[in-house]
């Protein structure tokens, strides 16, 4: 058996019930495998798969607190800290009920790639909760939060660990865990990222992963010979990552017509109306049903459906696996030649082998959404400065940073022989710059 199969064998026997978590490592381990087997002998002797495919710490704790008619509810938090080897762990928190441990560890598995691809100095790291803060009131969530950093504030630090947002995480929950961090700590430091413009977040975080997912998009598509103005755009979800990928979509001169929850969908012929959408979803934190009130000439439909509609090019933005084989057979038969990841692994192994064989130009989420993490990485040099960049001056870094990962996915598929496999170009990349920091210190 070779050593790509062995280990993952051993990653399914020793993390049971846990299937994004086997799905991430497979998907990872197979496009590696002409690297792994250049340098089988070496990488075995030093167990460097055995110990990239196991976190370095995962630390699972109880979160008791009272709700608004005094009964205690009680939620599993968790912190995964996966690899170290080239800067803190760095990545989000997701609070929703579907959180387990098996999720943040495939999320915090995909984070070391997705940090490494950045180019900046971050290990990767995930964490969360079953506590889903839809329906609670504002003291609830604060009640919440509250306890959740007493336990975890003692594992994280700027020069630790530096946990940010994810679904469920906006800037509520982040203000709210600042400042029980401060509060316990008595420091004022840059613990955590995607902090509000007061007390030290940055210009253009909260709009980076979708502003970040669109400059690489773009660049894909220019090396392609395509370009995304007059596109038709179809996109999932409806929530941080979506708004700001549909509005940069719109300025670069796409329309965007679809956007969803996780109870139904919207279908905007005269395109996505981004402030109606803001309002729906920042400000009432209501059901797309409103949404189509304010647009009479939208539809609204109950359910899945984004990925039957006619587009060019689809960016799912919603979560993990929301787009499986037969959406991509409808898809690639409605003429959709561009597919770029916003969420994490939102495409089934099955779906994105389809894309790939019907030469649909597909792009994985650890390298299309990485905006987010490298603006947090550009958030934390600001903290350390103790300095304010300007939003073009951010902005700019951030297109910077993605036209530089899609060229280094790109150079890195045509130097093994794959070229325009994107998905194997993007785990070779952020995979070597890993393993010789791993190797560079040593068994640890
Ligand atoms: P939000 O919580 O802001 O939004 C998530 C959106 O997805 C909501 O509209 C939600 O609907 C919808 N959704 C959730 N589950 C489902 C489902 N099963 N079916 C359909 N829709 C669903 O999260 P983000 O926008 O921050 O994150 C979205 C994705 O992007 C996640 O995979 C996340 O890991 C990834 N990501 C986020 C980054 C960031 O900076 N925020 C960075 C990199 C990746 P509802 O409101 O009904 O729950």
């Known amino acids: 058996m070779s050593y790509v199969d062995e280990v993952y064998e051993r990653v399914v026997a020793q993390n049971p019930a846990q299937p994004e978590f086997h799905q991430a490592v497979k998907e990872v381990l197979e496009s590696l495998r002409v690297v792994i087997e250049a340098n089988e002998e070496k990488y075995k002797k030093e167990a460097l798969l055995e110990r990239i495919t196991t976190p370095e710490r995962a630390i699972l704790f109880r979160v008791p607190w009272v709700d608004d008619k005094g009964q205690v509810q009680v939620n599993n938090g968790y912190r995964v800290q996966f690899n170290s080897a080239i800067g803190p762990y760095k990545g989000g928190l997701r609070f929703h009920s579907s959180v387990n441990l098996g999720i943040i560890k495939f999320l915090g598995f995909e984070q070391i790639f997705k940090n490494s691809l950045t180019g900046l ?3 990767g790291g995930k964490g969360g909760s079953d506590f889903d803060p839809k329906g609670k009131s504002d003291r609830e969530v604060m009640a919440f939060c509250q306890s959740f950093m007493t336990e975890l504030y003692r594992h994280i630090g700027a020069d630790t660990d530096v946990p940010a947002g994810d679904i469920g995480v906006g800037g509520r929950e982040i203000g709210f865990l600042f400042g029980q961090y401060k509060r316990i700590r008595d420091s004022y430091e840059g613990v955590l990222t995607g902090k509000g413009l007061t007390y030290g977040g940055s210009l253009a975080r909260t709009e980076a992963t979708g502003y970040g997912l669109l400059y690489l998009t773009q660049e894909l598509l220019k090396c392609n010979g395509k370009e995304l103005a007059g596109k038709t755009v179809v996109v999932s979800g409806s929530g941080n990552v979506a708004i700001y990928a549909i509005q940069k979509a719109q300025q670069l001169g796409a329309k965007v017509v679809t956007c969803c929850d996780s109870t139904g969908w919207v279908y905007d012929p005269e395109g996505i109306d981004v402030a109606v959408l803001k309002d729906v979803k920042e400000v009432k934190r209501a059901r797309l049903t409103e949404y189509v009130k304010a647009r009479p000439n939208a539809e609204y439909h109950e359910g899945k459906g984004v990925w039957s509609v006619k587009c060019d090019v689809a960016l799912p933005c919603a979560t993990q696996n929301e787009l499986d084989l037969e959406d ?26 389809y894309f790939q064989k019907n030469g649909v130009l597909f792009c994985p989420g650890k390298a299309s959404n990485a905006g987010g993490v490298a603006t947090s990485a550009l958030e934390m040099s600001q903290n350390s400065e103790r300095l304010h960049w300007t939003f073009e001056e951010v902005d700019a870094k951030l297109q910077g940073i993605m036209v530089n990962i899609f060229h280094n996915l790109d150079d890195a598929a045509k130097k093994y022989g794959m070229e325009g496999n994107y998905v ?21």
Do not use: D, H, R, Y
């Not at 409605?334 to 994490?344: P, Q």
């Not at 939102?346 to 994105?352: D, G, H, R």
């Open 121 to 123: 100095p971050i290990g």
């Open 328 to 353: 991509a057979k409808t898809l690639v038969s409605n003429g959709c030649f561009c597919v770029c990841e916003g969420a994490n692994m939102p495409t089934t192994l099955e779906a994105t082998e």
């Open 424 to 444: 194997a170009g993007a785990n070779i990349a952020g995979f070597l710059k890993v393993a010789e920091a791993m190797e560079a210190q040593g068994i640890v």
